[in-house]
Nanobody
Framework: QYQLVESGGGLVQPGGSLRLSCAASGFTLDYYAIGWFRQAPGKDREAVLC????????NYADSVKGRFTISRDNAKNTVYLQMNSLKPEDTAVYYC???????????????WGQGTQVTVSS
């Protein structure tokens, strides 16, 4: 069974950092693009960043530019989302998804994790 599991979420103060992990089980991430999405209460799920199978990253959210980075460790079958200088507006459930290529559109991804909550508050 193909599964993605996110971890690393939690409560952090504004200006703080978190690193989210997206680990795969049942399949290898080597040949997949991995996207990070987020969904705040009452809002649509939005694409944040994506990393291709070759390691190229694409930023879909101007609000995180210069603060969030995405990376992958194929040896650990894991993709990371490093989030720095966090703001209250970054509060959301963060999801990772696997697909054939990077896209801002949810329906282009084949597998999804269950999400991890990130709350930025003092």
């Amino acid at each position: 069974q193909y599964q993605l599991v996110e971890s690393g979420g939690g409560l952090v103060q504004p200006g703080g950092s978190l690193r989210l992990s997206c680990a795969a089980s049942g399949f290898t991430l080597d040949y997949y693009a991995i996207g990070w999405f987020r969904q705040a209460p009452g809002k649509d799920r939005e694409a944040v960043l994506c990393i291709s199978s070759s390691g190229d990253s694409t930023n879909y959210a101007d609000s995180v530019k210069g603060r969030f980075t995405i990376s992958r460790d194929n040896a650990k079958n894991t993709v990371y989302l490093q989030m720095n200088s966090l703001k209250p507006e970054d509060t959301a459930v963060y999801y990772c998804a696997a697909g054939a290529y990077c896209s801002a559109h949810r329906n282009e991804y084949d597998y999804w994790g269950q999400g991890t909550q990130v709350t930025v508050s003092s």
